[in-house]
């Protein structure tokens, strides 16, 4: 059962276009949720995380936004590059509990086309 | 800026063999996480050390076990291979001392292949 679900499972984006990807979770001890980034080959990159004690956060050309009573968060990448094609994770962990853990979502490969 | 360490890369091995992954974190990084990666797939979590402690486990085999050292370095030790095993290793370090955020950085992951 996957903990965290994250949709689309691809998309494809002009050079310019936004990138929109939203994930959505069942467990309310989650209380951190972070996006990850991923090329082939290489190890998850955080890109920019947020709390549930904000409904948006944003960093350069990347945007969350945080849904608490629908347990739903998104990111948002403006004016995407073909240097942003990628896989992108969502995830989400208790901050507090043992460990620490992150539950991830099942990954969206992002495709931007020149 | 620093970042985490992971030996090796990559990783040949037969079934039933033994194999040590190691990860050396973040300086100052108190906390290890350890996530397997197959194909395609999300990270999935394996098990987690605080201060030399394990701190929570997931989905691990029996077959594998991991520690932290004092320096911080942790090793996955893996034994009985089997060809399900082959995967991406991710290690992944934290401050546990920030406990607003889980910030959880990743080492570039050693490759396994069993044969």
């Known amino acids: 059962q996957q903990q965290v679900k994250q949709s689309p499972q691809s998309l494809i984006v002009q050079k310019g276009g936004i990138s929109i990807i939203n994930c959505a979770y069942e467990?309310?001890?989650?209380?951190?949720f972070p996006w990850y980034q991923q090329f082939p080959g290489k190890g998850p990159a955080l890109l920019i995380a947020i709390r549930p004690d904000v409904s948006e956060k944003k960093e350069g050309r990347f945007t969350i936004s945080f849904n608490k009573s629908a347990k739903q968060f998104s990111l948002h990448i403006m004016d995407s590059q073909p240097g942003d094609s990628a896989t992108y994770f969502c995830?989400?962990?208790?901050?507090?509990?043992?460990?620490?853990?992150?539950?991830f979502g099942g990954g969206t490969r992002v495709l931007v086309k020149p | 800026a620093a970042g985490v360490i992971q030996s090796p890369r990559h990783l040949i091995k037969e079934k039933r063999e033994t194999a040590t992954l190691k990860c050396y974190p973040i300086p100052r990084h108190d906390t290890v996480y350890w996530y397997q990666q197959g194909p395609g797939q999300d990270p999935q979590f394996l098990i987690s050390f605080y201060e030399k402690m394990q701190s929570d486990k997931g989905s691990i085999p029996d077959r594998f076990s991991a520690q932290q050292f004092s320096d911080y370095h942790s090793e996955l030790n893996m034994s009985s291979l089997e060809l399900g095993d082959s995967a991406l290793y991710f290690c992944a370090s934290s401050i546990r001392r920030d406990s607003y955020n889980n910030e959880q950085f990743f080492g570039p992951g050693t490759r396994l292949t069993v044969l």
């Open positions: 995830a989400a962990s208790p901050v507090v509990a043992a460990g620490n853990k992150l539950t």
């Open positions: 467990n309310t001890a989650f209380d951190y």
